[in-house]
Nanobody, 116 residues
Framework: QVQLVESGGGLVPVGGSLRLSCAAS????????MGWYRQGPGKQRELVAD???????NYADSVKGRFTISRDNAKNTVYLQMNSLKPEDTAVYYC??????????WGQGTQVTVSS
């Protein structure tokens, strides 16, 4: 079983920055992909970015060049550095662990609000 605890959300002005963190308790396998999703008001949940154990990354087109995902395998923690934030980045951000050998795990979500 994996439990995820997110932190770092908040209110930020347009153009500002935030760093989200997600710490996983329980075993994280080398095949597990860690990532961030978001769900804006009235929208479906969408992938923001994910990262493999080896450091391969994948980003949504809307955040490329502004967001950076990183991972500390020793700490079972994934980060999302968000720069040049826009009002359309306002959403609840969810940490995710996609474990091919087990299941899909989700954090409780952290609110990010970008004020214009």
């Amino acid at each position: 079983q994996v439990q995820l605890v997110e932190s770092g959300g908040g209110l930020v002005p347009v153009g500002g920055s935030l760093r989200l963190s997600c710490a996983a308790s329980g075993s994280i396998f080398s095949t597990d992909v860690m990532g961030w999703y978001r769900q804006g008001p009235g929208k479906q949940r969408e992938l923001v970015a994910d990262i493999t154990t080896g450091g391969s990354t994948n980003y949504a087109d809307s955040v490329k060049g502004r967001f950076t995902i990183s991972r500390d395998n020793a700490k079972n923690t994934v980060y999302l550095q968000m720069n040049s934030l826009k009002p359309e980045d306002t959403a609840v951000y969810y940490c995710n662990v996609a474990s091919p050998l087990r299941s899909n795990y989700w954090g409780q979500g952290t609110q990010v609000t970008v004020s214009s």
